[in-house]
């Protein structure tokens, strides 16, 4: 790379991070409860600056707060894979399953995590599980549908393979469907976990748990609007950071 | 041991489906038996329904009708104690997330349960180390030139200690250089493991000639069928190239006429 290429990669996007925060500062402009970027910092500086301090329930570092959503998430996203991936590569090897609940998966994935919550709240009787309950629903189908495509995709190379050594169904799932299939199911989990992660709020709102999404909405109720764009950006950051992580696991796959 | 084939094809008629109702007949009536311990060579031009033929005699895929039948039994019938069969694909079909050694071992593992794990790797590394690959058992294919895959895939065949062997183009992939080299290593392999019975799909006549015992010609599909066999009455070991020896252009002679004619 050139000096000018190495640049280029540093100053671009900074530049289109600064047209970003410009946009905000107009639109602030325009919409009187709307806090300018300037406003936000300084409404939101202590939760920043002092990010693992705990004041109240929801009167809390920014770091804090993002750690329960975290947690909650991987609680969810986790729970989800479990259910997730076995379905996937049951559905890869039989067609006559995958006829059978195509139409239900078409059904499900589409519902959003604000129809799921309440369905959650009835069964489980408490804002936790129910949470749980709804990340997991909705995060499942990207996993679920890659498998099931890793598996398709597994050339009839390798299956001749094991029918020719006679690898016995366990051996063939372990050492050839397994490994084949790998990319792909890591590639559902970067998915599953960005939607997980984006149903965190809906349902920290409507459950009124600690975290990023239950602070924004507590926020909002209490007419402190910078700390909704402060959650706002927070989740943004974090859900990108997230992304990266997965997809430097998924490349690592890939390699080997 | 058991006298008489240990393959035996009749009758064997295979058709795919292609576009919409429409089926192509690929094979038709094909009858053909090997006797054990022989080296027997499909020779015919690409696309004529040679791999088909081989994946049904092997059992990999089954054929519309007639029957398939090793010594005696069905095809790879998956039955604990019965024959073992090796195949070799032409695209080498090893598993890229396994080293040479794993590839071979996992081949070795099926066929040879009741081993030891030790005895499975010394086994694996023993087969790797006849076709030349002592010094790259932990290199994944990847890593390895495409010479060196077909010698993993051919190491991996012998492993099992075959019974049979099918060799699906073996060479079809390699350049030609390589191609003379592993050619007469599976000579060597074949004479070395007595015992082997073996049957090739190959476009290639001299390669059919410097291996095979019969070499039976494939007319041009689609409804291919087989000619009569021609047998090579050359002694072994068989040189590299047989230049003007009368048999061996005998042999060629007869082959590429029964190729020819239609």
Redesign the interface.
Known sequence: MTLTQRLATILLPLCGIALAVLAWTAASRVVNDLPSPIETWRESRLYVLEPLTKRGEMDQGILLLAYYSLVRVTRGFLLGIAIATPLGFLLGVSPALTRMFDPVMQVMRPISPLAWLPLGLIIFRKSEPAALFAIAVCSMWPTVINTTAGVRAIPQ??W??A??????RT?TFL??VV??TLPYVFTGYRLSLGIAWLVIVASEMLTGTPGVGGFLWQEYNSLVYAHILLAIVTIGVIGFLLDRLMGMAETRLRT? | MKVGPIIELEGIGKSFATSGAARREVLQGVSLSVERGEFVSIVGSMGSGKSTLLNIA???IAPDCGSVRVSGGPA?S?VEGSLN???V?Q?Y?L?P??TALENVR??V???FPKRSRAEHVAQARRSLELVGLGGALDRRPSQLSGGMRQRVAIARAFA?EPDILFLDEPFGALDALTRETLRQELARLCAESRGVTTLMITNNVDEAILLSDRIVPMTQGPRATLRAPIPVPLARPRPPSFGTNAAALRVRTAVVEALTAC
């Open positions: 190379d390798y001749n393979v029918k020719v050594l006679r690898l016995s051996t050492k050839i490994p084949a080997t | 092997a059992g990999l790879v998956g069969a090796a195949l694909f695209n079909s598993l997330w396994f996992l081949a593992q099926a066929a099992i």
